[in-house]
C-alpha cells in the first residue's frame, strides 16, 4: 500500500514535488562545489558533469557564448593558454565566492586566479542541482 501512495504522489504531482526546498538547495550547492572542481583541475567532463545539454558559457573578452557540446575545445584552448611559454600546469583557486539563493536557483558571483597567468570574476548559477548557465571576465 506504502508503494502505491508513493507512486500516485510521483504521477500526479510530478518527481519534483517530492524534493524538499532543503534537498534543492543541497543539490545546487553540489552541482557549484562540483563545477568549480573542474575548473580547478581543468577537466571538462567534471566542468560539464551537472549541466544540461541547454548549459552556456560566456566568455566576456571575447563576447563568445560556449555550448555544452562546445565546451570541451574552448577549455582545451583556455588551458594551452595558462601553460603556455613555459608556465607551471594548469590549476585554479578562486576567492571571495558569494552566493544567493532566489527561489529554486543559487548565483555564485567569485574571483578565478591562475597564478602566473591570468585572473578574473564569473556569475554561474545551478538550479535544482544542475549549472545552467556561466559567465567569466578577465582582468584588464
Not at 524538499?20 to 566542468?47: C, F, H
Not at 575545445?73 to 600546469?89: M, S, V
Not at 578565478?112 to 538550479?127: E, F, L
Request: glycine share 6%; with cysteine.
Amino acid at each position: 500500500k506504502m508503494f502505491i501512495i508513493f507512486l500516485f504522489v510521483i504521477t500526479s504531482c510530478g518527481v519534483d514535488a517530492i524534493f524538499t526546498p532543503e534537498l534543492i538547495q543541497k543539490m545546487n550547492e553540489a552541482a557549484l562545489d562540483v563545477y568549480r572542481q573542474g575548473w580547478a583541475v581543468g577537466d571538462a567532463s567534471i566542468v560539464t558533469s551537472h549541466s544540461p545539454d541547454s548549459f552556456t558559457f560566456t566568455w566576456v573578452p571575447e563576447n563568445k557564448t560556449v555550448s555544452k557540446a562546445d565546451f570541451a575545445a574552448f577549455f582545451a584552448e583556455f588551458i594551452e593558454g595558462a601553460e603556455a611559454e613555459g608556465r607551471p600546469k594548469y590549476k585554479m583557486r578562486f576567492d571571495n565566492i558569494i552566493h544567493r539563493t532566489i527561489g529554486d536557483t543559487i548565483y555564485e558571483a567569485a574571483e578565478w586566479i591562475v597564478d602566473g597567468y591570468d585572473k578574473g570574476v564569473y556569475m554561474n548559477s545551478a538550479q535544482r542541482g544542475k549549472l545552467i548557465w556561466d559567465m567569466a571576465t578577465t582582468q584588464p
